[in-house]
């Protein structure tokens, strides 16, 4: 686990998954890095990381695995390099703080459209709407499980649960026919960071003032609805004093019947006037239409309509109207209250627009983080960018020896254009690492031969820790004014594309040394194998003609040369273990077995045969060869050497055991990992038990150190390994 101190990072180790998931909730941190081997543990440490990211960390083997694990991204161990490592963890808590936004704004939105389906909700009372409310408060706020609500209203408070008073309070005032009624309060039990209305989100304010307006707006409609019914008289005080524009309107003709002051005010009409119009001369709807929104209001099949009036000045005006039958002097009559949500409807766009770009945004940078290849990063974000702004054309310029933009991918109207870095600023933002976006540019390339066409562009840069890589240019035939909101998620955009193909770059670099370097070593194995056969050769004549110590001496560099020789053997075979894993497939465990054997006529190996096909690959023998060998190394030429297998259910269990000194019990739980010896008293190189280890994990089996006769280690050695048989799952990994 990794957070940031002064510059600086300050790492946690925890080793096993419920230390990892403690630590995490006494102390939040930046990123936690989780070894691939405990990708099992994931939601567990998931649930306690909350909204830190979460990154595997893998080796190539286990790559498939690591990426469809579900963590946030991985990483490769053998890759690794410390601007890796901080490129990848930026990359993932920048996707992190893009779903944190994009998750508070549903919630806002979710808060609203519960809030409208319980105020339409056919016979409710205020009093179920104040509870209700309460309910659906807490769940919008950042910290919804910390957070409780209160409303209230005329003397009376309306609350759900036990709701405590604390200095972290969020207030807003519910105003009735523009007099304060009552306020709907939100605390949070703890202390949270500053978000800017001090523990609250700015957002949370403008939802909260939103919920009181719109509860006033509704206190005021049930009331008079309620008024309304207890005499015509009290109604008419109603009515004619509301603030509320109310129109009385008779369903049969349309006509409007009466208005009150309020109505006469917001349409610009006199009372006279307004009274002399039908309701489809004010309501932008075709006559037909409105006739039928009126039935439905009549048959009381529906009383909230949302509608757009045309005021006296022409304007047109976002409205929710509440309608209801009602009878005035024995005449039936729809009497209709209306509202101006115009602003309201623009807020509701605005969300939503936002909405869609941060939808794009995420799509980008997914795509910055998922793209294997630098052209189909390019193409992707062109695209989408393109998407976000509704231009015509992109392209992407990377910056080359000599410090120029050269075009590498174009996209749309870009295509048609000869030179699109020409007359837009692309050379400009490569100099000065500096975003330009023009609303008034001209376009030559697209006009009619001899003229000009103008449009508006942005460049933006694509760089990485401070370095520039290339331009971004978004091209349209459209005069565009770009907001600071569009210009800031622009920028967003150019980072994260930069830093992407930053990466893809680096990637392609370590592919390319790694290829080298693995030429590099086939060449220096296959002549280091050529020498050592010569030298082998001459060495065992030399044996054969020595005697005495100098025949000693002729054994030891036998000894020697097959030592080099099993050193290139156990590289070659550590190059093929990290290449990604071959499917696996029956394998005749006993042709195995036996094929090995031969390869030591001069060891005493006690075997009685086996009827097992096991699920490996063609690299099986070298765990019967590593194994035999450690056994003749450590036990000399007269260990008797002994292989048993086994059946276990859906596996096979394989014993190799020998009459050596054996391991102390100290030494077992090490004794598989790289460049760890065996342990018994003799030098090694420590690369042979860990190979063999890694292949019996990779067909899905595991291997420990034992005792030949249990507790009693001074009797010998005995390694015991699982493998799965051909029926069994060949993904599995459990021994």
């Given at each position: 686990?990794?957070?940031?101190?002064?510059?600086?990072?300050?790492?946690?180790?925890?080793?096993?998954?419920?230390?990892?998931?403690?630590?995490?909730?006494?102390?939040?941190?930046?990123?936690?890095?989780?070894?691939?081997?405990?990708?099992?543990?994931?939601?567990?440490?998931?649930?306690?990381?909350?909204?830190?990211?979460?990154?595997?960390?893998?080796?190539?083997?286990?790559?498939?695995?690591?990426?469809?694990?579900?963590?946030?991204?991985?990483?490769?161990?053998?890759?690794?390099?410390?601007?890796?490592?901080?490129?990848?963890?930026?990359?993932?808590?920048?996707?992190?703080?893009?779903?944190?936004?994009?998750?508070?704004?549903?919630?806002?939105?979710?808060?609203?459209?519960?809030?409208?389906?319980?105020?339409?909700?056919?016979?409710?009372?205020?009093?179920?709407?104040?509870?209700?409310?309460?309910?659906?408060?807490?769940?919008?706020?950042?910290?919804?499980?910390?957070?409780?609500?209160?409303?209230?209203?005329?003397?009376?408070?309306?609350?759900?649960?036990?709701?405590?008073?604390?200095?972290?309070?969020?207030?807003?005032?519910?105003?009735?026919?523009?007099?304060?009624?009552?306020?709907?309060?939100?605390?949070?039990?703890?202390?949270?960071?500053?978000?800017?209305?001090?523990?609250?989100?700015a957002e949370e304010r403008l939802l909260i003032d939103a919920v009181t307006e719109r509860l006033g707006r509704v206190t005021e409609r049930i009331r008079a609805e309620e008024t309304?019914?207890?005499?015509?008289?009290?109604?008419?005080?109603?009515?004619?004093?509301?603030?509320?524009?109310?129109?009385?309107?008779?369903?049969?003709?349309?006509?409007?019947?009466?208005?009150?002051?309020?109505?006469?005010?917001?349409?610009?009409?006199?009372?006279?006037?307004?009274?002399?119009?039908?309701?489809?001369?004010?309501?932008?709807?075709?006559?037909?239409?409105?006739?039928?929104?009126?039935?439905?209001?009549?048959?009381?099949?529906?009383?909230?309509?949302?509608?757009?009036?045309?005021?006296?000045?022409?304007?047109?005006?976002?409205?929710?109207?509440?309608?209801?039958?009602?009878?005035?002097?024995?005449?039936?009559?729809?009497?209709?209250?209306?509202?101006?949500?115009?602003?309201?409807?623009?807020?509701?766009r605005k969300i939503q627009d936002r909405n869609r770009q941060l939808s794009i945004i995420n799509r980008i940078i997914g795509t910055a983080s998922r793209s294997g290849a630098a052209g189909e990063l390019m193409e992707k974000t062109l695209d989408q960018a393109m998407e976000l702004l509704s231009f015509e054309g992109a392209g992407i310029a990377l910056i080359d020896a000599e410090g120029r933009a050269v075009p590498a991918c174009h996209r749309g109207i870009a295509a048609d254009m000869q030179d699109w870095t020409g007359p837009l600023p692309c050379d400009r933002v490569a100099k000065t690492g500096t975003p330009v976006f023009e609303e008034d540019v001209p376009l030559p390339c697209l006009a009619e031969e001899g003229g000009t066409e103008s449009g508006s562009c942005a460049g933006l840069p694509l760089a990485s820790d401070g370095t520039m890589i290339g331009v971004m240019t978004l091209i349209s035939t459209r005069r565009h004014r770009f907001t600071d909101e569009e210009k800031s998620l622009l920028i967003a955009i150019g980072q994260e594309t930069g830093r992407a193909l930053d990466r893809l770059m680096l990637q392609r670099q370590l592919e390319a040394a790694n290829e080298q370097a693995n030429f590099y070593l086939d060449v220096m194995a296959h002549d280091i194998n050529n020498a050592n056969t010569s030298s082998l050769l001459y060495a065992s004549l030399l044996e054969e003609i020595l005697t005495g110590e100098e025949k000693q001496y002729a054994r030891k560099l036998l000894a020697g040369i097959r030592q080099s020789t099993e050193i290139i053997g156990n590289v070659s075979t550590i190059r093929r273990l990290q290449e990604a894993?071959?499917?696996?497939?029956?394998?005749?465990?006993?042709?195995?077995?036996?094929?090995?054997?031969?390869?030591?006529?001069?060891?005493?190996?006690?075997?009685?045969?086996?009827?097992?096909?096991?699920?490996?690959?063609?690299?099986?023998?070298?765990?019967?060869?590593?194994?035999?060998?450690?056994?003749?190394?450590?036990?000399?030429?007269?260990?008797?050497?002994?292989?048993?297998?086994?059946?276990?259910?859906?596996?096979?269990?394989?014993?190799?055991e020998d009459t050596g000194p054996g391991i102390a019990d100290t030494v077992k739980p090490g004794v598989f990992n790289r460049f760890r010896t065996g342990g018994r008293g003799r030098s090694g190189k420590g690369l042979g038990l860990y190979i063999t280890r890694v292949l019996v994990e990779r067909y899905g089996g595991s291997i420990r150190a034992d005792d030949r006769l249990c507790g009693r280690p001074e009797e010998g050695a005995a390694f015991r390994f699982t493998l799965p048989k051909r029926s069994a799952d060949p993904t599995s990994r459990g021994g």
């Open positions: 686990m990794i957070s940031e101190s002064s510059g600086e990072c300050d790492v946690v180790r925890r080793s096993r998954p419920e230390d990892a998931a403690k630590t995490l909730s006494d102390a939040p941190c930046d990123v936690v890095l989780l070894d691939a081997g405990l990708a099992g543990a994931l939601a567990q440490i998931t649930e306690a990381a909350g909204d830190t990211p979460i990154i595997l960390l893998a080796d190539p083997a286990d790559e498939h695995r690591a990426r469809q694990a579900g963590a946030d991204d991985y990483l490769i161990r053998q890759r690794l390099t410390p601007d890796l490592i901080a490129r990848v963890i930026r990359c993932a808590a920048s996707r992190r703080r893009a779903a944190a936004v994009l998750t508070e704004r549903e919630k806002e939105l979710r808060c609203l459209y519960a809030l409208g389906r319980l105020i339409e909700a056919p016979g409710i009372g205020l009093d179920e709407i104040y509870r209700g409310v309460t309910g659906l408060i807490p769940a919008a706020m950042q910290y919804a499980d910390d957070a409780c609500a209160r409303i209230t209203v005329h003397g009376r408070e309306f609350q759900t649960g036990a709701c405590t008073e604390t200095p972290w309070r969020l207030e807003s005032p519910i105003v009735v026919y523009g007099k304060p009624a009552g306020r709907l309060d939100v605390w949070y039990r703890s202390e949270h960071p500053d978000a800017g209305e001090g523990a609250f989100l309304l019914r207890e005499s015509e008289e009290r109604y008419r005080s109603i009515f004619t004093e509301s603030l509320a524009p109310m129109l009385l309107i008779d369903p049969e003709s349309g006509e409007i019947v009466d208005a009150n002051a309020a109505a006469s005010k917001y349409y610009g009409y006199p009372h006279s006037t307004l009274t002399g119009l039908q309701i489809a001369e004010i309501n932008t709807l075709d006559r037909d239409e409105v006739f039928a929104e009126m039935e439905r209001a009549r048959a009381e099949t529906r009383n909230l309509f949302l509608f757009q009036h045309r005021l006296a000045t022409g304007e047109v005006r976002d409205v929710e109207v509440y309608s209801g039958a009602i009878t005035v002097g024995g005449r039936p009559l729809l009497h209709s209250i209306v509202h101006d949500i115009t602003e309201r409807r623009d807020a509701e894993n071959p499917p696996l497939s029956p394998v005749d465990l006993d042709t195995v077995i036996r094929e090995v054997i031969r390869l030591f006529p001069d060891a005493t190996i006690r075997y009685a045969g086996a009827d097992a096909t096991v699920l490996a690959d063609d690299l099986l023998p070298e765990v019967f060869i590593n194994l035999i060998g450690n056994s003749r190394k450590y036990g000399g030429t007269d260990v008797v050497i002994a292989i048993r297998v086994d059946d276990r259910d859906d596996r096979v269990q394989v014993t190799v």
